[in-house]
């Protein structure tokens, strides 16, 4: 799902299949999808992920480690957990959460890979790291879900620091088919993060950032 939101607030939202099918209308992109993979998996992921982690308290979880790239690259599950246990220090296999993005991960590497302008406006983000921002640098505590389907407090509260940030409540009430209302938010505090990057507001965790072996920036911004 991807949301244009230029000059004044005024969002239009889309649900797309492929990401490729954004490059020709987008300037900056703010993808939550990890960009740069590395050859060798650390504790804690690639580096950014260990970076972005302490800022937002019980919300840690959301971020994911990611393994190295020949594990991403594999399209087996446990073929992708033996290369990432031979690839990791300590060893460590791959969830199953983690392996459902490998497919999306390795098209946005190989469109990185084969036009290297794309670094300039494609840029890694994370929505619980972009709400951290514009809470005033404070973790949401509440998560997004919870069992009621009719009490969600987690999404509230960000509907509320968006609307804070100038989005229009009735946009944020309306999920585009294909898309539930916790991706709305996410989309939606991902392109305030595009703009902060538009303006040059963003910074990359870790600063400077990483690099991985063909010269992807290891980021997330916000």
């Not at 969830?95 to 840029?123: G, W, Y």
Request: hydrophobic letters at 45%; aromatic letters at 8%; glycine letters at 6%.
């Amino acid at each position: 799902m991807t949301i244009a939101a230029t000059g004044p607030i005024l969002p239009d939202v889309a649900v797309r299949a492929h990401f490729a099918d954004l490059i020709a209308d987008a300037g900056i992109i703010a993808v939550d999808m990890p960009i740069g993979l590395p050859d060798r998996a650390g504790r804690g992921g690639r580096g950014p992920e260990s970076h972005v982690r302490p800022h937002l308290g019980e919300r840690q979880s959301s971020v994911f480690s990611l393994p190295s790239r020949s594990a991403v690259y594999e399209h087996d599950y446990w073929e992708a957990c033996k290369a990432a246990l031979a690839t990791s220090d300590p060893p460590r296999k791959v969830s199953k959460q983690a392996f459902f993005l490998f497919a999306k991960i390795r098209e946005i590497d190989q469109l990185m890979r084969a036009d290297p302008a794309l670094a300039r406006r494609v840029f890694e983000v994370h929505p619980e790291l972009a709400f951290w921002r514009l809470n005033g640098e404070k973790a949401v505590a509440l998560p997004k879900k919870v069992k009621s389907a009719a009490h969600q407090p987690g999404l509230a509260l960000r509907r509320a620091i968006l609307t804070s940030h100038g989005f229009p409540p009735a946009f944020l009430d309306k999920a585009p088919r294909g898309a539930g209302a916790d991706d709305l938010l996410d989309a939606s505090v991902n392109a305030l993060i595009a703009r902060r990057l538009h303006a040059g507001l963003a910074r990359p965790f870790p600063d400077p950032p990483l690099s991985d072996a063909f010269g992807l920036t290891m980021a997330i911004w916000a």
